[in-house]
């Protein structure tokens, strides 16, 4: 066969045990999930009521357009409804920047570590990938700027980053955006956005007017709770937006997806209470780093990442031993580190008291 020359060697996107799995494997009753940064708490009360009622035909066709979806996210954010892109999760928004922006001879600049679907997408247009080591766990937005070049088509800025978990101060934002010339696209990925708490973050949608060639990157995965529903957009220019749709597959939003986007969103109050109760939930795993003395990073995320001191690997499989699954930093060129998401304080308790014992039996602490 005639493979793009890309595809030899590649891998598919490793997405860690499924619990069913883990359980089986370890014989456990119970095993808590906190490796992929869902929300614990599940989604909003009025999503679960109107699924159990349900009605929907689902043998039609959804609305291409997400018309109710796209009218309900407009007013909410008071942008025009063609200054939005809808995508089957925000994966499906990288697929159609990275499909319509980058190719052989164009370059792509990404943090790193950072969200690997950037890397991966462009490696399957061919583009050249420029990673930029993170400065600790925080994007280095003037080498960033400075890796640019009249080759460049797309900057990725994860803020905050995943793995990390480092918001980006709105003062360095614009400082790195002043730099960036008009004809690079740069995305502001914002999955975290609504758990960010830090008081130099600002909202973000002006910077869309004033830097017509930003494209921020929204998900209802995270915080909203429906990472299975697979709904994010983005929110830019109209002329960027009309350039991107083209390349969108026609019907890459179900209707059921479309719906209880909508109703999620309607529901604040929820949302609200999820940030407040992962606050508590990130001061649970500060007080035992700072405890323990292990280097973390400010998150403004539903995530903490810190070194553990120990092999990560090792951390990650004794954890999965004792029920919780978590992301190793190997996988994330990060060793030493692990990636936690924040869980109810339930869970947060119990896993950090098996942590506690692991990295006392790995001889990181007496
Ligand atoms: C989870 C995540 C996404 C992908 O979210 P989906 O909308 O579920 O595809 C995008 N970017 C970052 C940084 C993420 O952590």
Redesign the pocket.
């Known amino acids: 066969m005639k493979w793009k020359q890309q595809i030899h060697g590649m891998k598919a996107y490793q997405p860690g045990k499924p619990i069913a799995e883990v359980q089986r494997e370890f014989g456990l009753k119970e095993v808590i999930k906190l490796a992929s940064?869902e929300n614990p708490f599940g989604c909003s009360p009025k999503v679960t009521a109107y699924l159990k009622d349900d009605a929907t035909n689902h043998a039609i066709y959804p609305d291409g357009y997400a018309q109710n979806l796209r009218t309900a996210v407009a007013d909410h954010l008071g942008v025009k409804e063609t200054q939005l892109l809808f995508g089957n999760?925000?994966?499906?928004i990288i697929t159609m920047i990275t499909r319509a922006l980058l190719y052989p001879g164009v370059n792509t600049i990404m943090a790193d570590p950072s969200?690997s679907?950037y890397w991966h997408n462009a490696e399957i247009e061919g583009a050249e990938i420029r990673k930029i080591p993170c400065i600790e766990g925080a994007h280095d937005l003037d080498a960033m700027a400075a890796a640019i070049d009249d080759k460049t088509s797309v900057v990725w800025v994860?803020s905050p980053n995943?793995p990390t978990g480092v918001v980006i101060p709105d003062a360095d934002l614009r400082a790195f955006l002043n730099k960036v010339p008009s004809d690079v696209l740069v995305i502001l990925?914002e999955?975290?956005l609504e758990y960010v708490t830090h008081p130099g973050h600002k909202e973000t949608l002006p910077l869309i007017n004033e830097y017509p060639n930003v494209l921020l990157m929204r998900?209802f995965?995270?915080a909203y709770g429906l990472?299975s529903f697979?709904v994010?957009y983005a929110i830019g220019q109209p002329e960027i937006i009309a350039k991107l749709d083209p390349v969108r597959a026609p019907f890459n939003n179900t209707i059921l997806s479309q719906s209880v986007a909508a109703i999620a969103l309607s529901d604040q109050d929820y949302i609200k209470a999820c940030r407040e109760a992962n606050e508590k939930g990130k001061k649970q795993y500060v007080e035992f780093c700072e405890k323990h003395n292990l280097n973390y990073y400010p998150s403004d995320t539903n995530f903490i990442f810190f070194n553990t001191r120990a092999d990560s690997d090792v951390v990650f499989n004794e954890l999965m031993k004792r029920g919780f699954i978590i992301r190793s930093g190997n996988a994330l060129g990060a060793p030493g580190f692990i990636r936690i998401t924040i869980g109810t304080e339930a869970q947060n308790a119990a896993l950090l008291s098996h942590l506690e014992e692991v990295l006392k039996e790995q001889g990181v602490f007496a």
Do not use: E, L, P
Not at 89 to 92: E, F, I, K, L, N
């Open positions: 940064n999760g925000s994966d499906d969200f679907q994860c995943n990925d999955a975290y998900t995965s995270k990472a697979r994010g």
